[in-house]
Nanobody, 125 residues
Framework: QVQLVESGGGLVQAGGSLRLSCAAS???????MAWFRQAPGKEREFVAA????????YDVDSVKGRFTISRDNAKNTMYLQMNSLKPEDTAVYYC???????????????????WGQGTQVTVSS
């Protein structure tokens, strides 16, 4: 069993930065881990994913060059460094863990087995 707990959300002005953390309990080093987000009135969307080794990362065009996903398996923690934040980045951010995910499934929320409770990120203009 894996439990995920996000932290690091908050209120920030446009152009600012935040670093989200996802602390995992249980054996996650073999899992793909990812960040999703859900804005008010919108569906949950994929943001970024990272392979179990940390050697491969994947993200959506809207965050390229601004967000960086990373993981430290020794600490059982995943991170999302968010720079140059925009008001449209405002959402609840969730971390997720899943196994045996490919190019399509890693972007699909139903592919993930474990989820955190979410952390609110609010970017003011």
């Amino acid at each position: 069993q894996v439990q995920l707990v996000e932290s690091g959300g908050g209120l920030v002005q446009a152009g600012g930065s935040l670093r989200l953390s996802c602390a995992a309990s249980g054996r996650t080093f073999s899992y793909v881990m990812a960040w999703f987000r859900q804005a008010p009135g919108k569906e949950r969307e994929f943001v970024a994913a990272i392979s179990w080794s940390g050697g491969s990362t994947y993200d959506v065009d809207s965050v390229k060059g601004r967000f960086t996903i990373s993981r430290d398996n020794a600490k059982n923690t995943m991170y999302l460094q968010m720079n140059s934040l925009k008001p449209e980045d405002t959402a609840v951010y969730y971390c997720a863990a899943g196994s045996a995910l490919g190019p399509v499934t890693r972007r699909t929320q139903n592919s993930y087995d474990y989820w955190g409770q979410g952390t609110q990120v609010t970017v003011s203009s």
